[in-house]
């Protein structure tokens, strides 16, 4: 697919924001992926663009069921969809990973709620003011000193231009064991050693969002935290409190700090935040 294909097969000024979406977020509802592709826009409109991008072949649905029973319909990028954002992001790795995510199970719920949780801070924070990274750019992986891979991949890392930061946010609807926050958390703490990672990797705060809230579980969380030697960077809030908590915060970072706006197509981008527990 060249340029010229992938101009003919999007409207310019309309349809690429859909596909760089969905590339970001792999598979979302309708409902998830037309507001953020196409924001402002009435519903009725939204699905008549909606079907005019599938019918050209970039996007396909997905039926499956969700763990209440109820049927619904997902949206990911079709191969030649996964070459034409490759070819608007001007990033190739997008081919690599657009069809891997789950849809079915314990998974798809926990996507679908991380894609709310998306909407709801791009809404409030705004789409020119941030960036979400893609899969691949918010892999941490690396080997270690006996040779084996390790690897934490968070829910979310969120980029806000203006305040030069980003927040690495981990959605928790309680499920995960004990053990596993701890490794969770110990992965980001080796990850903050790697000379070879991106730089928010280790400078940036990381936002447990529980849904639902617990003072146990955030006791829990922020436990493990001081073991893995993060207390600094962990900060637990209600899922429901976010948009705000992350607002307020990267207004703070921009007040005390003001930079010039990073290059966000730079891998090491200088980050730093100023969240607090």
């Not at 402002?40 to 005019?52: A, P, S, V």
């Not at 599938?54 to 997902?74: D, M, N, P, W, Y």
Request: aromatic share 4%.
């Amino acid at each position: 697919m060249t340029d010229l294909t992938v101009r003919q097969a999007v409207q310019a000024d309309r349809d690429p924001e859909v596909l760089v979406w969905l590339a970001r977020l792999q598979l979302a509802t309708s409902g998830q992926i037309s507001a953020l592709g196409w924001p402002g826009y009435g519903d009725e409109r939204r699905k008549r663009w909606l079907r005019r991008v599938r019918e050209a072949g970039l996007l396909e649905f997905v039926r499956t069921r969700r763990r209440t029973g109820h049927r619904l319909s997902l949206y990911r990028l079709t191969p030649m969809g996964a070459v034409a954002a490759a070819r608007l992001l001007g990033d190739d790795q997008v081919t690599h990973a657009v069809r891997l995510a789950a849809t079915e199970g314990i998974h798809l719920e926990h996507r679908l709620q991380v894609n709310d949780t998306v909407l709801r801070l791009v809404d409030s924070l705004g789409q020119d003011a941030v960036e979400v990274l893609l899969p691949h750019q918010r892999r941490l992986r690396w080997l270690t000193s006996g040779g084996v891979w390790h690897e934490v991949t968070p829910d979310v890392v969120l980029v806000c231009r203006k305040a030069e930061a980003a927040l690495v946010i981990e959605y928790d609807r309680g499920l995960r064991s004990v053990d596993g926050v701890s490794l969770q958390l110990q992965r980001y703490r080796e990850a903050a050693e790697q000379p070879d990672l991106p730089r928010w990797a280790g400078r940036s705060s990381i936002a447990d969002a529980l849904h639902p809230p617990s003072p146990l579980r955030a006791s829990t969380i922020l436990q493990a935290a001081a073991g893995a030697g993060l207390e600094s960077r962990v900060v637990v809030v209600a899922a429901r409190d976010l948009t705000v908590v992350v607002g307020d915060a990267f207004a703070k970072t921009h007040a005390a700090s003001p930079r010039p706006t990073p290059n966000p197509e730079s891998e090491s981008l200088p980050i730093e935040t100023g969240f607090s527990s």
